[in-house]
């Protein structure tokens, strides 16, 4: 498994913004071959910035991601947005259990 977590920061102006851009694309990018979750949060310490959550079932799924429309579109929409540098951070992982 490959989880990516994305850190942004955009003007407070903008946040909202953002967040729409990545709303509108999260059905296309769930449906995507080996995408486990995509998720989108807001931070609560500030009104500038948001994280974006990643599970793909390998590197393979996670590069036809990087390499795709939706991907395109929301760097598109987000790059002019933006107050500093996305970081990205990739994790190989193993689940372990779920426990519901």
């Known amino acids: 498994m490959l989880i990516a977590i994305l850190d942004l920061h955009t003007a407070a102006a903008e946040r909202a913004a953002a ?4 709303d509108r694309e999260r059905a296309e990018i769930a ?3 080996g995408n486990l979750a995509f998720r989108v949060y807001a931070a609560r310490a500030d009104d500038t910035g948001v994280t974006v959550v990643h599970e793909w079932e390998d590197a393979a799924s996670f590069a036809a991601y990087l390499d795709s429309d939706a991907f395109a579109r929301s760097g598109a929409v987000l790059r002019p947005l933006l107050t ?3 970081v990205s951070r990739r994790f190989r992982a193993d689940l372990l259990e779920t426990v519901a």
């Open 19 to 22: 967040l729409a851009q990545l």
């Open 31 to 33: 449906a995507m071959p």
């Open 84 to 86: 500093a540098a996305p």
